[in-house]
């Protein structure tokens, strides 16, 4: 929905419009995993010989759900007779799920260095054990998040009969991040309206 107030000068056209798009739960999910080999980390306590490798790997989530949206917006446009292109810019404040997971899987490997009998050094690999303490899930969670953002964008509308006018036009927002989760839409929409 969208209602807005127009001044012309002349074939200019200057507005100022506010707007409101439900979404009806857009989602967006990412995802990603690193690995890492941690040796001897400090604190730890390892025989004579034996080297401790916690091999560590790290899988994350993000996830937004996008419900509504709120839009003020500028914009000009020219008159061209029963057709107005225009562009328009502003500020839009969105309302958002956002939710964000980690998940670490630890095994344990323990090398031994070793003497044999001829004064060769052999390393012996061990291996990998779970290890349950330090394999966990940790995820936060945030419900209707309010987040402010920018919009911008191009459109055409067209006189049908009267006040009465159609509308076509891209939208472009790009939302503050959340929770280190970033929110951009590209909207294509179109409508009617009524002009008094």
């Known amino acids: 929905g969208f209602v807005g107030r127009n001044w012309q000068w002349y074939d200019a056209v200057l507005g100022?419009?506010?707007?409101?798009?439900?979404?009806?739960?857009?989602?967006?999910?990412?995802?990603?995993?690193?690995?890492?080999?941690?040796?001897?980390?400090?604190?730890?306590?390892?025989?004579?010989?034996?080297?401790?490798?916690?091999?560590?790997?790290?899988?994350?989530?993000?996830?937004?759900t996008v419900k509504d949206m709120v839009t003020l917006r500028g914009r000009v446009g020219w008159d061209g007779g029963d057709f107005m292109p225009y562009a328009f810019a502003g500020a839009a404040v969105g309302r958002m799920d956002v939710s964000r997971t980690v998940t670490s899987d630890v095994k344990l490997r323990q090398d031994a260095t070793v003497q044999d009998a001829f004064g060769n050094v052999i390393t012996i690999i061990g291996t990998p054990q779970q290890v349950p303490a330090q394999s966990q899930t940790q995820t936060q969670h945030r419900t209707n998040n309010f987040v402010v953002g920018w919009v911008a964008g191009l459109g055409l509308e067209y006189c049908l009969w009267e006040g009465l006018f159609a509308r076509v036009e891209y939208e472009y927002v790009k939302f503050s991040p959340v929770m280190n989760t970033s929110v951009t839409l590209n909207n294509a929409r179109v409508g009617l309206g009524y002009k008094f």
């Open 16 to 64: 100022l419009e506010g707007t409101y798009t439900y979404f009806n739960k857009i989602s967006s999910q990412s995802s990603g995993s690193n690995s890492l080999d941690i040796v001897n980390p400090p604190g730890d306590v390892q025989p004579t010989g034996v080297t401790n490798h916690y091999l560590t790997t790290l899988t994350g989530t993000a996830a937004a």
